[in-house]
């Protein structure tokens, strides 16, 4: 854990976009933002431009995750320079038209912050996903969210790691944000999960608004999940999956795995248990999007993050 005791000043934000639709069957995000586009009544904050987005619309009339490649995974630098063609894939066209709209990404023009509302399958609850440990404007507003669902849970998933980069949408902003909010079926809306989705939106306005306002948020502790590792099915030699996920670990997001536990079941009715050396929190179990990333779950650690107080310091 990080000891860290200071304030630290930090500029207001003033330009906000909510990405929906990043993957056109996570209706959730998809409808929200539809809505907001037709009346932004509920989102506007006072010195604040709020700006409701769907970022993959071809996606969304099809109502399927993407057209020709995941637009999550778009935003590596090679895609954003990479000279404009006929032929280049359209959620990489996306990206180009994305980053000059709400960026350039890591440029002092780009939008402050960016929230990407998606959903899962999996039993992940109301997850806020964050990719700067370091980052002390996110870890406030997240303990600012946390406090406000209380006594409702809302995991942090930290995805920052040196060897798993994912290029996400929401990486065009300098504080990027995800909301991902299960579970629900691709191409379905739930209320729960709808309203989940929006109320944590909501919360994460009102913090932005009362920091621009002038409050100081003191030094706080956020505990986070930090991704560790992506696990795989069991395969043959010719890469078909031979086990699924195991009953007592199915929709089990953010609970322990420990040594020894079950984790698959393979189809000849043999039990497969996990073999690591510490205690895991998995989450994205057998999410239905990842089958064809040869995903099953991601592997996490729990960690406690310390974050500076912050302040606005006035331009």
Same mark, same amino acid.
């Given at each position: 854990m990080?000891?860290?005791h ?6 207001? +934000? #003033? ?11 996570? %209706? ?15 989102i506007q ?36 320079? +990479? ?8 959620e +990489?066209?996306r ?5 000059? *709209?709400?960026?350039p ?15 899962t ?7 806020i ?42 990486s ?11 579970p ?9 999960i709808?309203?989940? *989705? ?18 100081e ?12 590792? #992506? ?12 086990? *699924?996920?195991?009953p ?12 020894g536990?079950? %984790? ?29 990333k040869?995903?099953a779950?991601? *592997?996490?650690?729990r ?11 006035? %331009?």
């Open positions: 990080t000891s860290c200071s304030v630290v000043n930090l500029p207001e +934000v #003033r330009k906000v976009a909510i990405f929906g639709g990043t993957h056109g069957n996570e %209706m959730s995000g998809v409808t929200l933002v539809n809505l907001w586009i037709n009346n932004g009544a509920e904050r006072s010195g604040l431009t709020i700006e409701p987005f769907i970022t993959n619309p071809r996606a969304v009339e099809k109502c399927t995750r993407y057209v020709d490649t995941d637009l999550n995974r778009a935003f590596t630098q090679d895609n954003l320079s +990479v000279p404009r063609t006929q032929d280049l894939p359209y +990489v066209k990206a180009q038209e994305i980053n000059q *709209m709400f960026g990404k890591g440029s002092p023009d780009a939008y402050d912050v960016i929230f990407d509302l998606h959903n399958t999996s039993n992940m609850g109301c997850t996903i964050l990719e700067n440990s370091k980052d002390h404007f996110n870890l406030q507003m997240v303990n600012f969210i946390k406090s406000a669902v209380a006594p409702a849970s809302c995991p942090v998933l930290l995805t920052e790691h040196p060897l798993l980069q994912y290029s996400t949408t929401r065009v902003g300098k504080h990027p944000v995800g909301v991902e909010v299960g629900q079926p691709q191409g379905v809306l739930r209320s729960n709808f309203e989940s *989705m929006r109320a944590t939106v909501k919360h994460a306005l009102d913090f932005i608004e009362l920091f621009n306002g002038g409050m948020f003191p030094p706080c502790t956020v505990d986070v999940y930090r991704v560790s590792e #992506r696990m795989d099915y069991p395969r043959d030699k010719n890469g078909n999956i031979t086990a *699924m996920v195991h007592n670990l199915q929709d089990c997001d953010w609970e322990p795995l420990n040594p536990d079950p %984790m698959f079941q393979a189809f000849d009715g043999r039990t497969i248990k996990y073999e690591g050396d510490s205690t895991v929190f998995p989450a994205f179990i057998n999410e239905a999007a990842y089958y064809e040869h995903q779950f991601t *592997m996490t650690r960690e406690t993050l310390t974050a500076n107080g912050i302040k606005a310091s006035k %331009m």
